[in-house]
């Protein structure tokens, strides 16, 4: 694995989690514990798009898909994820 794509992988870690950040202004408690809630129900939702994808394309490129691709082919899924739940979020508590 290239310098370059270890930089791209590591700021795709930092953007998932800066988006999974449940954030409770002055109660840093609340905001570990929603947030490592969060992740908890996030991530099973995540893990089975990517092996359902990684499947797929393992079946049409017909060989392993290295660790570096799957762990991004996660983090792609994991911040769409993301992305909707927070509108969901915050279109709920608006309301």
Same mark, same amino acid.
Do not use: N, W
């Given at each position: 694995?290239?310098?370059?794509?270890?930089?791209?992988?590591?700021?795709?870690?930092?953007?998932? !989690?800066?988006?999974? #950040?449940?954030?409770? $202004?002055?109660?840093?408690?609340? @905001? /570990? *514990?929603?947030? !490592?809630?969060?992740? #908890?129900?996030?991530? $099973?939702?995540?893990?089975?798009? @990517? /092996? *359902?994808?990684?499947?797929?394309?393992?079946?049409?490129?017909?060989?392993?898909?290295?660790?570096?691709? /799957?762990?991004?082919?996660?983090?792609?899924?994991?911040?769409?994820?993301?992305?909707?739940?927070?509108?969901?979020?915050?279109?709920?508590?608006?309301?």
């Amino acid at each position: 694995m290239k310098t370059r794509e270890k930089i791209i992988l590591a700021v795709l870690c930092a953007i998932y !989690l800066l988006v999974s #950040l449940r954030y409770f $202004p002055g109660r840093p408690v609340d @905001t /570990i *514990i929603e947030t !490592l809630r969060h992740l #908890l129900s996030s991530i $099973p939702i995540a893990i089975g798009m @990517t /092996i *359902i994808s990684v499947s797929v394309l393992q079946k049409i490129v017909g060989e392993k898909l290295p660790y570096d691709r /799957i762990a991004r082919i996660y983090l792609t899924f994991g911040l769409i994820a993301e992305f909707f739940y927070a509108l969901y979020d915050y279109t709920s508590r608006a309301v």
